[in-house]
């Protein structure tokens, strides 16, 4: 690996003058089969596979000046990473993990791309096997730790909550500084993430229990470098959350809150518990898809999502995926494809929708099916 680059990229189409290329064989492509484009484009090298790319990442880590912030837990973690940049900005230049980039390829390639005058780096981790974080540490070797939450996504990989806690605690024993809730299951938890100033100053922004703790996690971490009160505030306007997390649209006349990226049942509950809590012109509907990945127990969880869904007297509540359509609720769905030719006489103009679902449920579709433009074929 050359010792001066400007950035690292896996799509030859990305690659500047001075850029490292990384070559990846994957499932259906193979990055080696676009080296010559990389190189005419202008790479400054080469990197060749996974392993080439951990520990080239490693290298380079050793070489950043930067502080590095990692955040991890089952649900809220992109949020958290999006707080963390932008109060972090307000101390130094800081650079972090574009969207979810947060696996063995994203956060190696979101260390390459950090500028060497770089102050602080913030990188999100995700894990879906036991022994992922660990790995990810060695890469990243964070010097601050941030752990959201204890809940139950991918709990097939991992047998049980406390193996799931196990897995994300490894951040907090590796991490120079750890920071979690006080509420935070099975893991040893400092900071009080029931804060009425941040929650003012979120309402009508990130509302919700949920995101006043992704916010309150950061903040702590923040502080700790010297962020005060006042220039946290300053910095929530510069908050975006990328992707479809609690993004609001509108479709002839029906407002929707799409939060289709993931789900799990804990964020499930959160996302319910603050749609219920908003005000609309007319009736709440709850469009509610399968969670993947939760193993035995994934009938019962999903029916303790919608249990809490009717006892938040949702006047209409949808279930769509195998899963959902076993639960009890107002209308039961096998595909979101079965919802095309009914769904916008179940909505009407005021009404206030919320979707969520796992990301590869592509339960976001429905939206356009509020539409009476849309094609029904």
Same mark, same amino acid.
């Given at each position: 690996?050359?010792?001066? /680059?400007?950035?690292?990229? &896996?799509?030859?189409?990305?690659?500047?003058?001075?850029?490292?290329?990384?070559?990846?064989? =994957?499932?259906?492509?193979?990055?080696?089969?676009?080296? #010559?484009?990389?190189?005419?484009?202008?790479?400054?090298?080469? !990197?060749?596979? @996974?392993?080439?790319?951990?520990?080239?990442?490693?290298? @380079?880590?050793?070489?950043?000046?930067?502080?590095?912030?990692?955040?991890?837990?089952?649900?809220?973690?992109?949020?958290?990473? +999006?707080?963390?940049?932008?109060? /972090?900005?307000?101390? =130094?230049?800081?650079?972090?993990?574009?969207?979810? &980039?947060?696996?063995?390829?994203?956060? #190696?390639?979101?260390?390459?791309?950090? #500028?060497?005058?770089?102050? @602080? *780096?913030?990188? +999100?981790?995700?894990?879906?096997?036991?022994?992922?974080?660990?790995?990810?540490?060695?890469?990243?070797?964070?010097?601050?730790?941030?752990?959201?939450?204890?809940?139950?996504?991918?709990?097939?990989?991992?047998?049980?909550?406390?193996?799931?806690?196990?897995?994300?605690?490894?951040?907090?024993?590796?991490?120079?500084?750890?920071?979690? $809730?006080?509420?935070?299951? @099975?893991?040893?938890?400092?900071?009080?993430?029931?804060?009425?100033?941040?929650?003012?100053? *979120?309402?009508?922004?990130? #509302? =919700?229990?949920?995101?006043?703790?992704?916010?309150?996690?950061? &903040?702590?971490? $923040?502080?700790?470098?010297?962020?005060?009160?006042?220039?946290?505030?300053?910095?929530?306007?510069?908050?975006? !959350?990328?992707?479809?997390?609690?993004?609001?649209?509108?479709?002839?006349?029906?407002?929707?809150?799409?939060?289709?990226?993931?789900?799990?049942?804990?964020?499930?509950?959160?996302?319910?518990?603050?749609?219920?809590?908003? %005000?609309?012109?007319?009736?709440?509907?709850?469009?509610?898809?399968?969670?993947?990945?939760?193993? +035995?127990?994934?009938?019962? *969880?999903?029916?303790?999502? /919608?249990?809490?869904?009717?006892?938040?007297? !949702? %006047?209409?509540?949808?279930?769509?995926?195998?899963?959902?359509?076993?639960? !009890?609720?107002?209308?039961?769905?096998?595909?979101?494809?079965?919802?095309?030719?009914? /769904?916008? &006489?179940?909505?009407?103009?005021?009404?206030?929708? *919320?979707?969520?679902?796992?990301?590869?449920?592509?339960?976001?579709?429905?939206?356009?099916?509020?539409?009476?433009?849309?094609?029904?074929?």
């Amino acid at each position: 690996m050359p010792h001066d /680059f400007c950035g690292a990229t &896996f799509d030859s189409r990305k690659v500047k003058p001075g850029m490292l290329f990384v070559a990846l064989k =994957g499932e259906k492509t193979d990055g080696h089969d676009f080296i #010559p484009q990389a190189l005419e484009n202008g790479a400054a090298g080469v !990197i060749d596979g @996974y392993d080439e790319l951990s520990s080239a990442a490693r290298e @380079y880590r050793k070489a950043l000046k930067a502080k590095v912030i990692a955040v991890t837990g089952s649900a809220g973690k992109t949020t958290t990473k +999006e707080f963390l940049r932008a109060f /972090f900005s307000k101390l =130094g230049k800081t650079h972090a993990t574009e969207g979810n &980039f947060n696996n063995h390829i994203g956060l #190696p390639i979101t260390i390459l791309n950090c #500028p060497k005058d770089a102050d @602080y *780096l913030i990188v +999100e981790m995700g894990s879906n096997h036991p022994g992922e974080i660990a790995a990810l540490c060695e890469v990243a070797a964070p010097d601050v730790g941030v752990v959201t939450n204890v809940g139950t996504a991918h709990l097939e990989f991992f047998g049980s909550r406390e193996g799931i806690a196990a897995e994300k605690g490894e951040l907090l024993k590796r991490a120079k500084v750890g920071f979690s $809730a006080k509420s935070c299951e @099975y893991l040893p938890g400092d900071v009080d993430t029931s804060a009425p100033w941040l929650e003012q100053a *979120l309402k009508g922004i990130f #509302p =919700g229990a949920h995101n006043v703790a992704n916010a309150s996690l950061a &903040f702590a971490a $923040a502080e700790s470098f010297g962020l005060t009160r006042d220039k946290a505030l300053e910095a929530i306007g510069d908050v975006k !959350i990328p992707g479809a997390r609690w993004r609001r649209v509108t479709r002839n006349g029906v407002d929707f809150i799409d939060d289709t990226y993931n789900a799990s049942p804990d964020s499930m509950i959160a996302a319910l518990e603050t749609f219920a809590a908003m %005000p609309c012109d007319g009736k709440h509907v709850a469009v509610l898809g399968d969670m993947l990945e939760l193993g +035995e127990n994934s009938l019962e *969880l999903h029916q303790k999502v /919608f249990k809490r869904a009717l006892e938040l007297k !949702i %006047p209409l509540v949808i279930g769509v995926g195998q899963m959902s359509s076993k639960c !009890i609720c107002n209308l039961a769905y096998k595909t979101p494809e079965a919802l095309k030719h009914k /769904f916008r &006489f179940d909505v009407s103009s005021g009404d206030l929708v *919320l979707v969520k679902a796992s990301h590869s449920m592509d339960l976001g579709r429905v939206i356009d099916y509020a539409d009476p433009s849309f094609s029904r074929g």
